[in-house]
């Protein structure tokens, strides 16, 4: 819509996560590495959190697209209990036939598809978004997948990434074998308001976009009013964009970033104090 009257490629804010407009913060940098280097060591269990809308999955994506060849490597962003069982989605993650088994063949059949893939010479690797709708039961059914190992080598690498609510479940009693067994754990914080900055200049930039289309008191009102999530960031930038563009605007203004959260608060959607 507004793309060709500010120059742009493609629109710098969608809210779908990509791998491509990756702006490492501080933190996210540090949860990469973290994420780089378990896999390196595939010991136990790797945990990152972090708030709604925070790059979580963004973060995912990337580790994705970097680990397209040597690993094997399963993804389950849906973990919703009452819609299956948990044995059957890790064997869809891994594109493995699971209807009509029982949870006993189900299991038997993993283990020998890890089995296999480790004698390739390659790493197994389950990576579990929005890990916090699992619940006790859902990773308890995991960490007994993982306990299989061969020699020093666990056969199963498991990532979970969740809400904070993932870091006050593993601290329940009942999931104490399971927090033994985290060799890495990261909490990704909000963007401070130099870090929502740079990443809205790294977000206009990377699609062709001038360095001055947001001017400074707008990011201003962008970063107070997002709290530093990123998710919001995009959506308050976007729907600023809009309005600049219906009123032929070459720059984005606080005019414009007030009328957004203030057309927000009136819907009761997140603007904001």
Not at 29 to 53: C, D, H, I, K, P
Not at 206 to 227: K, N, Q, T
Not at 229 to 248: G, K, M
Request: hydrophobic share 40%.
């Amino acid at each position: 819509m507004y793309e060709g009257f500010y120059g742009l490629q493609e629109r710098p804010f969608a809210l779908l996560p990509d791998p491509s407009f990756l702006y490492l913060s501080k933190g996210h940098s540090t949860a990469l590495t973290l994420l780089r280097y378990s896999l390196l060591n595939r010991q136990g269990f790797t945990v990152v959190s972090g708030e709604v809308g925070g790059g979580k999955t963004t973060l995912i994506n990337c580790l994705l697209d970097e680990m397209k060849t040597g690993m094997t490597v399963g993804l389950i962003n849906f973990t919703t209990r009452s819609f299956g069982d948990m044995g059957e989605w890790i064997m869809m993650a891994y594109g493995l036939p699971y209807k009509n088994k029982s949870k006993v063949e189900l299991y038997d059949d993993f283990v020998q598809f890890m089995i296999r893939e480790y004698a390739a010479g390659r790493p197994v690797v389950l990576i579990v978004d929005e890990a916090q709708n699992l619940g006790i039961r859902g990773l308890e059914e995991i960490r007994m997948l993982s306990n299989v190992n061969a020699q020093k080598d666990y056969l199963l690498h498991v990532i979970l990434v969740g809400q904070p609510e993932l870091r006050s479940l593993l601290q329940t009693p009942q999931l104490r074998q399971l927090t033994q067994r985290v060799s890495v754990a990261f909490h990704l914080k909000r963007l401070t308001d130099e870090e929502v900055r740079q990443y809205i200049l790294h977000r206009v930039t990377h699609v062709g976009g001038s360095a001055d289309l947001f001017e400074p008191e707008a990011i201003r009102l962008v970063a107070a009013a997002s709290e530093g999530i990123p998710r919001l960031v995009n959506t308050f930038c976007d729907l600023a964009l809009v309005y600049a563009y219906s009123e032929e605007k070459t720059t984005v203004g606080a005019v414009e970033v007030r009328a957004v959260l203030e057309d927000r608060r009136r819907m009761g959607l997140p603007a904001g104090e």
